[in-house]
Nanobody, 125 residues
Framework: VQLQASGGGLVQPGGSLRLSCAAS????????IGWFRQAPGKEREGVSC????????YTADSVKDRFTISRDAAANTVYLQMNNLTPDDTAVYFC???????????????????WGQGTLVTVSS
């Protein structure tokens, strides 16, 4: 299982980025997948998660109305659109999946079974 996040970088406050999570060697046939982040000195947190069974999403209050998770099954890729970024969004962002948990809420709160590599997002002027 290999999940590779990409799309991070340096962006000014108020800017936007779109992160991508691509699977290699397997099809994203997972019950749930999501995005997590870890800022310096802080615990890792679930940002936004998606259930593949019913397309129900969960998004943390800290990013609600700014971040949107989506998937492209044909491209075997999951995305995180991030708008109106603030310095508090600076973190390493990871995509991750759960092999049996289908609840997007549970994935974001209880954690995944498989982690992908992260991508650094820095919001600074």
């Amino acid at each position: 299982v290999q999940l590779q996040a990409s799309g991070g970088g340096l962006v000014q406050p108020g800017g936007s980025l779109r992160l991508s999570c691509a699977a290699s060697g397997f099809t994203l046939d997972w019950p749930a997948i999501g995005w997590f982040r870890q800022a310096p000195g802080k615990e890792r947190e679930g940002v936004s998660c998606l259930s593949s069974l019913n397309d129900i999403t969960y998004t943390a209050d800290s990013v609600k109305d700014r971040f949107t998770i989506s998937r492209d099954a044909a491209a075997n890729t999951v995305y995180l659109q991030m708008n109106n970024l603030t310095p508090d969004d600076t973190a390493v962002y990871f995509c991750a999946e759960h092999r049996t948990q289908s609840s997007s809420y549970a994935l974001c709160h209880d954690g995944p079974t498989d982690w992908g590599q992260g991508t650094l997002v820095t919001v600074s002027s």
